[in-house]
């Protein structure tokens, strides 16, 4: 669903756009209206066509484990976890963590469902193995 048609270099930028999306428990991505592909990290610009003309569209959340990697850390430090790029379903690949598994259980090719989290700061988008 297209939520809010872009005003190239007017108001906020996308980033906080984005950020102000999560905060509402809203996990959404950037459709091109110009080239019909769908974008992720926030932009001014088309990633693919360099258009301005492109809309908010909420994200349907699925996703699959493309790679993964286990950050160790010292035991003083916390427990370990893993970094993953995760290819939505809609089409862009973004960098976040899986939950609710241990690291090294993630496995590429995984399916995966997006959810709004936050460790400790800001709110972002996190991913917990699909149907868990």
């Given at each position: 669903?297209?939520?809010?048609?872009?005003?190239?270099?007017?108001?906020?930028?996308?980033?906080?756009?984005?950020?102000?999306?999560?905060?509402?428990?809203?996990?959404?991505?950037?459709?091109?209206?110009?080239?019909?592909?769908?974008?992720?990290?926030?932009?001014?610009?088309?990633v693919?066509?360099?258009?301005?003309?492109?809309?908010?569209?909420?994200?349907?959340?699925k996703?699959?484990?493309?790679?993964?990697?286990?950050?160790?850390?010292?035991?003083?430090?916390?427990?370990?976890?893993?970094?993953?790029?995760?290819?939505?379903?809609?089409?862009?690949?973004?960098?976040?963590?899986?939950?609710?598994?241990?690291?090294?259980d993630?496995?590429i090719?995984?399916?995966?469902?997006?959810?709004?989290?936050d460790?400790?700061?800001?709110?972002?988008?996190?991913?917990?193995?699909?149907?868990?």
């Open positions: 669903m297209a939520i809010k048609r872009a005003a190239a270099f007017e108001g906020p930028g996308p980033d906080a756009v984005y950020g102000d999306h999560l905060k509402n428990g809203k996990f959404r991505i950037q459709h091109c209206n110009a080239c019909g592909r769908n974008f992720f990290y926030p932009r001014m610009l088309c693919h066509c360099g258009a301005a003309d492109w809309v908010w569209l909420d994200a349907s959340g996703g699959t484990v493309y790679s993964t990697s286990v950050v160790r850390q010292r035991p003083e430090d916390g427990p370990d976890y893993n970094i993953a790029l995760i290819d939505l379903a809609e089409g862009p690949r973004m960098m976040s963590r899986v939950t609710d598994i241990a690291p090294a993630v496995k090719g995984m399916a995966v469902e997006a959810y709004i989290g460790l400790g700061k800001e709110p972002l988008v996190l991913f917990r193995p699909a149907g868990k």
